[in-house]
């Protein structure tokens, strides 16, 4: 089964707004968590992560929250702008020997509109 | 400039026929992956490598072998191309150590068309 879930496909957001994207694991051995932006015909970059000892972590515009419990991490992005208009994949891993071996989600496709 | 390079950009080829998608970086990364992309599943894992001369099967390696040769390229190979095999395929390089041990680099992705 998907181990990492991504359960929108799309979401459309007024510019100025709050984007909230959301990812579902099964894994509870996993112990790192990222969000990756990619632009069509580009490749997928990385946006922020988060370990697994803290809940929360901001960077600018950007907040990821991890809710270990539910299994459950999601991504805010306020004063969401157009050039956030992208494809945005979550992804879970657990370190195993050095290397996390991300697993991916399907991707939730966001379109701001002004 | 890039770090990780694949080539080709996009390749046709015909069913049953050979495969081989390159991917070099210049990161001095131990680690190197293959992914491929697809509508509605985003992107899963094919085979990696931690070490020259040594690769590893990922969640999806049926159909597909690796070669490392070098630090420095990782190869996908397709012995006998199918139908299903149409795809994106991204490669990635990572640290494998350190505080920033997971983070990938992506190439540019190869596009691949069996027909």
């Known amino acids: 089964g998907q181990q990492v879930k991504q359960s929108s496909p799309s979401l459309t957001v007024q510019e100025g707004g709050i984007s909230i994207l959301n990812c579902d694991y099964e894994n509870d051995m996993f112990d790192y968590f990222a969000w990756y932006k990619k632009y069509p015909d580009n490749s997928p970059t990385l946006l922020i992560s988060v370990r697994s000892n803290v809940d929360k972590r901001e960077d600018g515009r950007l907040t990821v929250f991890l809710n270990k419990s539910g299994k459950h991490f999601s991504l805010h992005i306020t004063a969401s702008q157009p050039e956030d208009t992208a494809v945005y994949l979550c992804a879970a891993g657990m370190n195993q020997g050095g290397s996390a071996k991300l697993i991916f989600g399907e991707g939730t496709k966001l379109t701001v509109s002004s | 400039e890039a770090a990780v390079t694949q080539s080709p950009r996009s390749k046709v080829a015909v069913t049953g026929g050979k495969v081989t998608l390159s991917c070099h970086q210049t990161n001095n990364h131990d680690y190197m992956y293959w992914y491929r992309q697809d509508t509605g599943h985003g992107l899963r894992l094919i085979h990696y490598?931690?070490?020259?001369?040594?690769?590893e099967k990922g969640d999806i390696p049926d159909g597909y072998k690796a070669s490392r040769p070098s630090q420095e390229n990782f190869s996908l190979i397709l012995e006998l191309a199918s139908l299903s095999q149409t795809a994106v395929y991204f490669c990635?390089?990572?640290?494998?150590?350190?505080?920033?041990?997971?983070?990938?680099?992506f190439g540019s992705g190869t596009r691949l068309t069996v027909l």
């Open positions: 990635a390089s990572s640290e494998g150590t350190g505080l920033s041990a997971e983070t990938l680099y």
């Open positions: 490598s931690y070490v020259a001369d040594s690769t």
